[in-house]
């Protein structure tokens, strides 16, 4: 089944831990995005990358960290997460930049 | 002037009626152009794109796009309770670079 996987889908944690949430794409996708969104702001991108070893910022990449190490994987770092980070995290993958998006289930994080 | 913009709403509309969705983009340059569906928490889930001037038809949804008007829109005919959720308008383009920008989505409701 062709799909983009988050994880964890939930995970609360501290101010300042060190986190990673893991992405991965099973269709051969040049672009991966992810996206946070929060209410009455909608969807926000956050990094993208357009192939394997190129990534770049967008609109809100303050605080976030990403590689793209591997075509299928996408993950995003959070060196020193604060509480205005908390936020529904999405990732997308899509065959080109200019084609649809495909975007996992999300991953809703909470820090305190 | 934020890159998408969309009526919030809500827009309620009784079953079986159209509905009829609006977007408005700022970047002249723009060249791909989606509707996506989204449920209370859960992830988008793409509708329609179009990348042409014109009409676009699938199913009971049409999406038209007027570049000179720097406009799209989203007609739903036949309208299914189950149509009930926040539609986003995202756009992808020349000016933004490989950026996708999403407006904030429209609420609809389908009263039985």
């Known amino acids: 089944e062709a799909q983009v996987t988050q994880n964890p889908r939930y995970l609360i944690t501290v101010t300042g831990k060190k986190l990673t949430v893991t992405c991965s794409q099973n269709?051969?996708?040049?672009?991966m995005s992810w996206y946070r969104q929060d209410p009455g702001l909608g969807l926000r991108q956050i990094y993208y990358?357009?192939?394997?070893?190129?990534?770049d910022k967008g609109d809100v990449p303050e605080g976030y960290k990403v590689s793209r190490k591997e075509k299928r994987n996408f993950p995003l770092i959070l060196e020193s997460p604060s509480p205005n980070q908390t936020s529904l995290y999405f990732c997308?993958?899509?065959?080109?930049?200019?084609?649809?998006?495909?975007f996992g289930p999300g991953t809703r994080l909470t820090v305190t | 002037q934020k890159e998408v913009e969309q009526n919030s709403g809500p827009l309620s509309v009784p079953e079986g009626a159209i509905a009829s969705l609006n977007c408005t983009y700022s970047?002249?340059?723009?060249?791909?152009f989606f509707w996506y569906r989204q449920y209370s928490g859960k992830s988008p889930e793409l509708i329609m794109f179009?990348?042409?001037?014109g009409d676009k038809e699938d199913g009971r949804f049409t999406a038209q796009l007027n570049k000179a008007s720097q406009y799209v829109s989203l007609l739903i005919r036949d309208s299914q309770p189950s149509d009930s959720a926040t539609y986003l308008c995202?756009?992808?383009?020349?000016?933004?670079?490989?950026?996708?920008?999403f407006g904030t989505g429209t609420s609809l409701t389908v009263i039985p």
């Open positions: 179009i990348y042409s001037n």
């Open positions: 997308a993958s899509s065959f080109r930049q200019t084609y649809e998006q495909y």
């Open positions: 990358s357009m192939n394997v070893e190129v990534t």
């Open positions: 970047d002249r340059g723009s060249q791909s």
């Open positions: 269709m051969n996708h040049e672009y």
């Open positions: 995202a756009v992808n383009g020349q000016n933004t670079g490989n950026q996708f920008y």
